[in-house]
């Protein structure tokens, strides 16, 4: 929530330019604050159940001054090694069993789910990068921010 309205009223005010780098934000203290704050982001979303990006991405605009597309695509990046490793862990933890590994009935969507968000991806970044300016995508981020935000809220309470 705090990253998510700090960013709504960073992009009320235009206070930010959103298509341009500030390079005089990439300290060598400055990004080893931001790499321990993603170490803490990677834990908070395995524990949570919530996309890195949803506290990466801020992290990397306002801490290091990146702009607002390099953030996301760095953000977008980063879940192949992500779910890589939540994968095989997934794995682990299930050959781990006193049956031994046992092929999960949800791993059949995995051949058929795999080309589908590739072709999505795909297609979704070439709209993006054509349709798009960078304020509606921010924008975009900022809202699912709070979507996330606010699920996160009702499956503490509920």
């Given amino acids: 929530l705090v990253f998510g309205a700090y960013m709504l009223w960073d992009w009320v005010r235009n206070a930010r330019d959103v298509d341009g780098d500030d390079d005089s934000r990439m300290t060598p203290a400055r990004l080893a604050a931001v790499n321990a704050a993603t170490v803490g982001s990677g834990f908070l979303s395995g524990s949570m159940g919530i996309g890195g990006g949803l506290l990466n991405v801020p992290l990397l605009v306002y801490g290091l001054g990146r702009k607002t597309r390099k953030a996301i695509g760095t953000s977008s990046l980063l879940i192949i090694p992500t779910a890589a490793m939540g994968f095989v862990a997934y794995l682990v933890s299930h050959a781990l069993r006193s ?20 072709i999505g991806a795909y297609l979704g970044s070439r709209w993006g990068l054509q349709a798009l300016r960078t304020r509606p995508v921010a924008l975009i981020f900022i809202l699912v921010l709070f979507i996330a935000a606010a699920k996160l809220v009702y499956d503490l309470i509920a």
């Fill in 99 to 118: 049956g031994g590994l046992a092929w999960p009935p949800e791993f059949v969507l995995i051949p058929i789910l795999f080309p589908v968000v590739f």
